[in-house]
């Protein structure tokens, strides 16, 4: 499997919420795209959660989900050459604005700052990312280089706000800049952190060697910061920080929006849908008439059983309707899309999307999902009741062409961001502590707690023309929220 076509990660957003992060990359050479996805979601039975208590408008409601553009990837070492495109596109960028300050050339502006910062973050992630796996006796030099990219980046970009500040340009477009300066400063602390906590918890030793490099950096990323008024963390803030938090959400989802790709919802399969209500309509119109003709033969009409008749028949007549229509909607739910997206960007059309969920049984369940599965155990399979199967798929379809066109960079494909909320499978779950006893022995008995948790399995199937990938994520859940998320490949 070619990964790098299609990929997927996931992460616990929230207490209550999953993110899948789903990668479609468009080849070159191509014309047209399309993917697949299928997720298959194992529901244990205890929870309550089937086709009659969450139903499929719930399950949209629990389910976010956006495309966005993938960020254009450049290693922390090429971004620090101001030779490398994402400078050169920013500094010209800024030169153009001061000389030609038309529409055209501030959405320009604005657009490289934030593909600037963003192109950044991605790349000190990774590196971050990258650091936490390296052997004891380099990490000491590649942190070294790190720091120093990292300051070469921040310099490069510092440079063109004393150039515009110079230049006199005006106040409303250098809000922008300044937006994009302080978003560096954030993400640089913010990554540097992380790296730092989970290095100091995992190797002691090799923190206590790099945090004089790193700190030096952080210290000065702080001072700066402060210097330009930037908003900060406080140690002991009176709103607990919340304005900080909501700032920096804010500067984030300002300097992210140019990748983010605006979609159009709406029903599909519209007229599928009418013609199917209107056989049910029609078998239940041929009973209650068939019955009439029936009753008007044998007692004629204006007698008691033909009246008879005629209420009986028409009582049947919507229930026979209603089941009809809840036979074939049970029948097709799993064939066809409920919802069909469209991706537009300004007049050019980027693809779309469809998507579709259904409850499934194990016999109409796709056999390697449930091979996958792996719920061979007789406790899961001997009680009588099997889990509960939501079946969720999305189809994908891409312009090369268009994606080509919507950045000087070399756009490489979407990412089709997948949020969902479990607080409906927490509903009816047991209280997450339960006391348990420990005999020591000789009559020693101690009260320890326990944890009461649940596992969702969540079994994935990504595909495209030439490739198939299969990914297992196994949910730990309590009343209290989600625990953890681990994948089986």
């Known amino acids: 499997m070619d990964e790098s076509m299609i990929g997927i990660s996931s992460k616990i957003h929230d207490r209550n919420t999953l993110e899948f992060k789903i990668g479609y990359q468009v080849p070159e050479g191509t014309e047209y795209s399309d993917f697949e996805m299928s997720t298959w979601i194992y529901i244990p039975e205890a929870l309550d959660v089937n086709r009659h208590t969450y139903p499929r408008e719930n399950f949209y409601r629990d389910m976010l989900s956006y495309m966005r553009l993938k960020t254009p990837v450049y290693p922390l070492e090429m971004l620090a050459h101001s030779a490398e495109l994402p400078y050169q596109l920013l500094e010209k960028a800024c030169k153009t604005i001061v000389s030609q300050p038309t529409k055209h050339h501030q959405e320009e502006y604005e657009k490289e700052i934030k593909s600037y910062a963003s192109i950044y973050k991605s790349s000190l992630r990774d590196t971050c990312k990258y650091l936490l796996t390296v052997e004891d006796n380099r990490m000491g030099i590649l942190v070294m280089q790190a720091v120093n990219h990292i300051r070469q980046i921040q310099d490069n970009y510092r440079s063109l706000l004393k150039y515009l500040q110079q230049e006199h340009l005006d106040e409303s477009l250098l809000v922008y800049f300044t937006y994009g300066d302080e978003f560096l400063a954030n993400v640089t602390e913010q990554h540097l952190y992380k790296m730092l906590t989970r290095i100091r918890q995992e ?45 920096a959400g804010q500067l984030k989802k300002y300097i992210e929006s140019h990748l983010y790709l605006p979609t159009h919802k709406r029903r ?39 009246f008879m008749a005629l209420v009986i028949s028409y009582m049947f007549k919507d229930r026979i309707k209603e089941l009809v229509r809840n036979y074939f909607a049970n029948r097709l739910s799993s064939k066809i899309f409920e919802y069909r997206i469209n991706i537009n960007v300004d007049d050019m059309k980027l693809g779309w999307c469809k998507e579709g969920v259904a409850f499934l049984t194990s016999e109409k369940t796709n056999p390697h999902s449930l091979k996958i599965r792996n719920r061979h155990s007789p406790l899961v399979l001997g009680r009588g009741t099997e889990e509960q199967i939501v079946f969720y798929r999305k189809k994908i379809h891409l312009n090369r062409k268009v994606v080509s066109k919507m950045s000087a960079y070399p756009l490489q494909g979407v990412n089709d961001i997948i949020r969902y909320n479990l607080s409906e499978y927490m509903r009816k779950m047991d209280n997450p502590q339960v006391p348990l006893c420990v005999n020591k022995g000789n009559g020693q008995l101690e009260v320890v707690p326990g944890s009461k948790v649940y596992y969702l399995n969540f079994v994935f199937r990504l595909r495209d023309k030439h490739n198939k990938l299969y990914r297992r994520y196994r949910v730990c859940l309590s009343s209290a929220g989600i625990q953890s998320i681990k994948e089986y490949e």
């Open 203 to 247: 190797r002691a030793a090799v923190y206590e060697k790099i945090l004089p490099t790193v700190s030096v950096l952080l210290d000065e990323n702080t001072a700066y910061s402060r210097e330009h008024g930037y908003m900060l963390p406080q140690q002991n803030s009176a709103d607990n920080n919340a304005e900080f938090v909501h700032h």
């Open 268 to 306: 599909n399969a519209v007229f599928l849908e009418q013609v199917v209500f209107s056989l049910a309509a029609g078998l239940s119109m041929v009973f209650a008439t068939v019955v009439s003709f029936a009753f008007q033969q044998t007692y004629g009409n204006f007698t008691l059983p033909f």
